[in-house]
């Protein structure tokens, strides 16, 4: 939820020539050029941390939660779930190892620059909700934060899962990370997320009080193409 005055926020973007189109594009496959994209959400990025007139406490902080809130969901599971079936093992298993990895980046460092550079979140800046024409369009923009960059370009490489292999993606957060002049521990922690089983935890979560045949069925499909079975 935006907490923001939208006609604030609406004014920053027109003055920098970005418009906010209140519907999401549609976008062929095929037309799609994830390094020429790369290029469009580092310049929104860029410009988004320039936004500073805004009312204080109206922008809620989002930084460190995602590996808090994936710590919490493995830890809920992994108390009501006893006895454990070869998928549920391997998901659970697969994140805390994710986890334990992400332990050794060094996370604060992110964190703070994070806080220094006031860096704000917009949560989807995929095809579908971002795009240039002869200007920056933005579809929709239903929540917005301060969050390290890294948690926005995670999202969209997120959606790539399922069609791009475990290394082209890690070439396309290579190449991210090289252009936003980030260090080596924002790549450890983009691979880290993106290699996470995310959609199969969140569908575990969602629907731990009802885990009957036909969400587990499911959850085995998102398991299976997730973790490459």
Known sequence: MITINQEVLKNFLLENDIYIIDKYFKNKRESINIS???????????????????EKNSILSEIGKRVDRISVMAKKLDERFYQLNYYEKCVLDKVKDQLRKIENVDCMDIYRRGMLKDEICIERVDENNLRVVDRMEIGKIKRINFNIIEDDFINYLIRYKKIYSKEALREYAKEYVQKTNLKKNSLQYINLMVDMPIDSLKHWYKNRYEWKDGNIDEFKVIAERELNF
């Open 36 to 54: 020429n994209h790369i290029d469009i959400i580092i310049n929104l990025q860029e410009i988004l941390m320039r936004y500073h007139s805004i």
